[in-house]
């Protein structure tokens, strides 16, 4: 059964204006199997998944599935061929219940009137549910349960139609490690019924565990495909960044810490989110708050730039007590907010590169009411040098840019701000590799500046590697707080449970 | 980070790359409308030679204003993903409140005008401290405010029209200046300055970043409720000069008038290619959008069609500008 061709891929060629997203890629998937498919972001590997599950059409080549051709105009019609998506922002509506939603737009429960019959529909349900061996209270809508219910959800959804092959888009970005082990184990067991896999992650360690096959791709082209025990680990980013592996160790953290408190948090609490947090911010210092899904370190985030209020507990930035506290006020007093979520609190994705990184200055340069555009060009592209985004030009709409790009614009809107407490969420969620260090190694270098920067991150690997301190918090309260040079990862994991 | 990242060579964007691709977006929706009017002048012209005697398009121009005007408010407000329904009836109230402070106030003509102003500029100021302070959904809350000013507008007058007699009123709604009629000239000013406004102004940076992404500006430190409030009055302030306008162009304050300019001006800013989602669009394709509905309804006059037809031309008109949108996209 294993060497059965479910899915193959002839020179497929999908051109965007400017650029070749994906270049005469060929690939077979085998029945059964889980392939991953690892790249950059823009490396081509999501519109390769789009052209496959129908949302893209292809300029040319062919896609055979089961040894039919098959030309996809839709994502309609991919699913009926049996292509299903689980897509990273689940596709779910939130207010239908578990059942509603894996049997949305198919139209088979009805009993002799015509009518819906809610009962087959929920047992069905139940039933593909069941294979998964988790608890899910179908009849609650599916807004009221957790990310990785929700995912259980989205994939009922995809396989509802005997899907023979199911793509996952980065399904961990949003998971714990518990979470993820689970969904290690429904993907499994999706192969073992003979379900082809496709699954595309950045997380590297993940494959090794639950892959038989990886497929590599770079800047829109296939380098290469391996069965996972003849690749390790460096070989695959070294294929995949380009990078030597000199260069990829990380740099030793060398604390820029000095005794000026920028921010005191006093017993801060926020109704059930989170409880009697006290922290202290200085001034060079990486500051990392971790925790699995839940604990509350986003809120406490979003608490420090007044995105969430307070319940009780104070604020002192450089030592002065905070009151009427508003974003607006936040920035003023040189705090910066990269949200976790930045095409929704991050980005105007409709406009322009330049707009974007000066949104933050513009009514400061501006006289009278009017905008100085000279400076806001020239900012612009001194920003986009020194980050290196790769963007075609400075009027170009981010929604066309990759997910690394993206961070760097957020970046950079506060970077010209020249705010002196970056407030980070998951700051390399959804990023490549390559961007991601990139991103480290800024974090870094603003600590060395003399700025402060708090990670707010569930990525062990990332605290470890850019954070002085860590606070590892449990439940809404602080568990633990390590300093990085002692950080054990096992130390870090096991406190993170609480235990 | 900084003189690490300097030295690699980027490709430069030139500010004439930035110019072009700017301009070059903007420009071809532009150029299509523009071609479907010139097309449509052409077969007017081919009907009846009087439709392209320079008076008649003049004529045309004039018609044009008042949506015009209208239009330009409204691509304010559906910019920043909102929309103001009570256009026309605040158009109305600052009619009436001009005619009623010129006729029983017995008030000097020219603060009259003021009041009229104010009062639009307020019930636009009103929607929007209700929007983005108590955060009621745009369409509802105009809509209610729409009843409102209405209703007010009934009650001031009792129904009944008041008449003004002024001269300078009238100089102002049937004069010319260099032949031009003068509210044709006030709908382009009001058009330069709209322009100015969303072009190079921190507030129009604001009224497009709000339809794209409020949170975001939001949460980049900027104070999007004042924003948006301004913006609603600046769509107040373009009802209150529409209003202004029909007590000159009428010769009196109807308490009816107004009716459907929401529609309309709604229609103008659609089909001039501004995105109802917020955004995305300019004020120039609004202006093609009013003088496209203004030499639809001129001409079929000129062509002694019943107007019953302008409605149904209408639609169709608003109905292929979404459609070709809707294909650019693919």
């Known amino acids: ?499 | 980070m900084e003189s690490e990242r300097k030295d690699v060579k980027r490709k430069g964007c030139s500010c004439m790359d930035i110019m072009k691709g700017k301009l070059g977006k903007i420009k071809a929706r532009n150029f299509l409308l523009v071609g479907f009017i010139a097309v449509l002048w052409g077969i007017l012209t081919f009907l009846s030679p009087h439709f392209i005697k320079i008076s008649n398009i003049l004529l045309l121009l004039q018609q044009s204003s008042i949506v015009m005007i209208a239009g330009i408010g409204m691509t304010f407000a559906i910019l920043t993903s909102g929309i103001d329904l009570s256009i026309g009836s605040v158009a109305a109230l600052s009619s009436v409140m001009v005619g009623i402070a010129i006729t029983k106030w017995e008030i000097p003509v020219f603060l009259a005008l003021l009041i009229g102003m104010l009062t639009g500029t307020l019930f636009g100021m009103l929607n929007g401290i209700l929007i983005s302070y108590f955060r009621l959904q745009p369409m509802i809350c105009t809509l209610g405010i729409m009843s409102i000013a209405r209703g007010l507008t009934y009650i001031l007058t009792s129904g009944r029209s008041v008449f003004v007699t002024d001269s300078l009123l009238i100089k102002i709604g049937n004069g010319r200046i260099l032949g031009i009629p003068i509210i044709t000239l006030i709908a382009l000013f009001m058009f330069a300055v709209g322009y100015i406004i969303l072009n190079y102004t921190f507030l129009g940076r604001c009224v497009y970043c709000l339809g794209g992404n409020e949170e975001a500006t939001r949460l980049s430190g900027i104070d999007t409720r004042k924003m948006k409030t301004i913006t609603y009055s600046i769509c107040g302030f373009c009802a209150a000069i529409v209003g202004v306008l029909y007590v000159c162009t009428l010769g009196a304050s109807e308490p009816t008038v107004g009716q459907g300019l929401e529609l309309n001006a709604t229609a103008v800013t659609a089909i001039g290619g501004t995105s109802l989602l917020g955004g995305v669009g300019s004020l120039v394709g609004t202006v093609f959008g009013a003088v496209l509905i203004g030499t639809i309804n001129n001409g079929l006059s000129i062509l002694n069609i019943v107007s019953y037809y302008q409605q149904l031309l209408l639609g169709v008109v608003i109905i292929l500008a979404v459609l070709l949108e809707q294909f650019k996209k693919k």
């Open chain 1, 1 to 499: 059964m294993q060497d059965e061709i479910m899915l193959k891929l002839e020179h497929v060629v999908k051109s965007f204006p400017g650029v070749k997203a994906v270049d005469d890629v060929s690939l077979e998937v085998k029945k059964g199997e889980i392939h991953a498919l690892l790249g950059h972001n823009g490396a081509g590997k999501s519109t390769l998944v789009k052209i496959i599950s129908g949302a893209y059409v292809k300029d040319s080549g062919t896609v055979t599935l089961d040894s039919e051709e098959i030309n996809l105009t839709s994502p309609q019609a991919g699913i009926k061929k049996g292509i299903g998506m689980v897509y990273q922002e689940l596709d779910l509506i939130p207010d239908l219940s578990g059942d509603e939603n894996i049997f949305l737009g198919q139209n088979k429960f009805r009993n002799r009137f015509g009518l819906i019959d809610a009962q087959s529909r929920r047992r069905e349900a139940e039933r593909i549910i069941q294979n998964f061996d988790i608890d899910i209270d179908l009849s609650l809508p599916v807004r009221k349960l957790g990310v990785s219910k929700q995912q259980v959800i989205a994939i009922a959804k995809a396989i509802s139609r005997e899907a023979k092959v199911v793509i996952f888009d980065e399904p961990t970005a949003a998971l714990n490690n518990a979470e993820a082990e689970c969904l290690f184990g429904i993907m499994k067991k999706l192969a073992g019924q003979g379900v082809s896999i496709i699954w595309i992650t950045h997380r590297l360690d993940e494959i090794f565990e639950t892959a038989d096959r990886v497929t590599l791709m770079r800047e829109g082209k296939w380098i290469t495909t391996k069965e996972i025990g003849q690749i390790t680990m460096k070989e695959i980013v070294t294929e995949l960044t380009g990078v030597t592996e000199e260069e990829q160790i990380s740099t030793v953290n060398i604390s820029n810490k000095t005794d000026e408190k920028l921010i005191s948090c006093q017993n801060i609490s926020a109704q059930k989110l989170f409880q009697n947090i006290s922290f202290d911010l200085y001034r060079g210092e990486v500051l990392g708050i971790t925790g699995l899904i839940g604990c509350g370190s986003t809120e406490i985030a979003k608490a420090l730039f007044a995105v969430n209020k307070l319940s009780g507990g104070e604020i002192y930035i450089k030592g002065k007590k905070i009151e009427h506290f508003t974003p607006k006020t936040a920035a003023q007093k040189g705090i910066a907010y990269i949200s976790e979520d930045r095409k929704m609190e991050g980005l105007n994705l409709k406009g322009s590169v330049q707009n974007n990184i000066v949104l933050t200055m513009s009514k400061e340069w501006s006289k009278l009411g009017f905008l100085n555009q000279k400076k806001e060009k020239e900012s612009a592209k001194e920003m986009v040098e020194t980050l290196d985004i790769r963007i075609s030009d400075l009027s170009q709409t981010v929604n066309t840019l990759s997910g690394g790009n993206q961070q760097k614009i957020v970046l950079a809107k506060w970077l010209l701000k020249n705010a002196e407490v970056f407030v980070m969420c998951e700051p390399t969620r959804g990023i490549d590799i390559g961007a991601k260090r990139e991103i480290h190694k800024i974090i870094r270098q603003l600590a060395k500046e003399g700025k402060a920067v708090l990670v707010v991150s569930s990525e062990v690997e990332e605290i470890i590697d850019t954070c002085d301190r860590v606070i590892i918090l449990y439940d809404g309260r602080v568990k633990g707080e390590l300093l990085s040079k002692d950080c054990a990862k096992k130390k870090m994991l096991d406190t993170m449970y609480g235990i």
